[in-house]
């Protein structure tokens, strides 16, 4: 049976009661209202938090990056995962302590968590002025003002369905490197996998025209972006719900029309509806980086059969041979879930040999969680939490000497790498990523400034040129770790 949220009884104790009404000594709106805006959770968060960041500005709002400052601090929460949940719900009641020690008068929660648990939030966490769900991130302006009109004070609920969804008209402040950017072209999803609570917070499959798609894809390349990462809950799904056959081809064969892209990365591909026609447009395409994210979640059958994931082991081992088969060369990226109730001893060593086996490029390891309201929460033979980490940990051990193996044998290869910047934890070291290497996700090919060949590579400040953010350049391989890569750049940089 499904239950309310839960906040544990030690944060309850730093909540802070709102002000109300006449009580406020805020009395007008400033010209000028500060906000101060915290982004939890995955890239599909961190687009909305642009969105609403662009609408904040575009409506007159001033940004600050210290929340001390700020007279609405907005946390855009994730829910997906309790470690999730618990990360929203702590930084809500860290910000809370900002309508004593700071200039903060309202406190918003967003996102997927306040989506899914409303009212509980607003009854659980006094401190908070307002939930705003993912059907109202189009409305923050509006939303804010109302918080803030004299004598209009009051806790409320912003909630709709369905979720905001986006378009190329949307203004938008893009966190991070301003030469990547993650373009969102669906919201909610049509699957039915027991252990997720996505469709509950973020509903069914909406997708986005493929005009809309590319009419942005052309802006952020005038803007200097050159790589974009294509993100939703079920990509390979794309255009389903607009009738499309075949909607992700169709939209790839539009998105690499679009000069100044250099590398186009789609991101979650579910491991059904994988057509040659798509894997053929991987291969042949030189901007649609070779690389594979697709979650497998597990390769015991009767796993998948109580995660409800279609296929079975035999069809999952053919479709990796099929895809490494069409596209030479690809970097296939996977996630697997360990402890879903009923994972034997016996299941969970046929997943970590078959992580042996297979040698992935890249492994995720999630520990299952009950989910309120998803039917694997109503499953018994649950697995104890101490022998959950036991099982990623072995499985993230044997990743670990995969990726080694890996690493070390790219050694003397010559590879294009996009050059990210200088690195924030040694000095006189450039970061970029060749296309195998996704950003935030995975590793970094690291460049020292003073063993480079026939390209000059050095800080700000010298008489000598760096090769910028954005730029490509090619680089010899010359040593190699777990994750990362260490290099040289032997050419200039590419076009």
Known sequence: MSQPLIIPRRLKSTAVAPESGDQSPHKTLRAKTTIGFVNLGCSKNQVDSEIMLGTLVTEGFQLTSDPQQADVVIVNTCGFIEEAKEESINTILEHGHLKKTGTCRVLIAAGCLAQRYQGDLLKELPELDAVVGTGEFGKIGEICRDLLAPKKRHRRLWISQPPYLYDELAPRLRLGKQHSAYVKIAEGCNRNCTFCAIPLMRGKQRSRPVESIVAEARRLAEEGVREISLISQDTINYGVDLGLRQGLVRLLRELVKVDG????RPFYLYPQQVTDELLDLYAGEAKITKYIDMPLQHIN???????????NRAAIEALVDRIRTRIPNVTFRTAFIVGFPGETDAAFTELRDYVEQAEFDRVAVFLYSDEEETPAADLGEKVEREVMEERRNAVLSVQESIM??????????????????????????LEGRHEGLAPEIDGVVSIDEDSTSNAQVRRPGSNKSAPKPGDFCTVEITDAAAYDLVGRIVGQSLS
Request: proline share 0%.
């Open 404 to 429: 080694s193996a890996k690493g070390r044998a790219k050694i003397g290869s010559i590879l294009d790498v996009l050059i990210d910047g200088w690195s924030a934890e040694t000095n006189g070291v």
């Open 301 to 311: 059958d009767r796993m998948l059969n109580r995660m409800h994931r279609l296929g």
């Open 261 to 264: 892209l250099r590398w186009i």
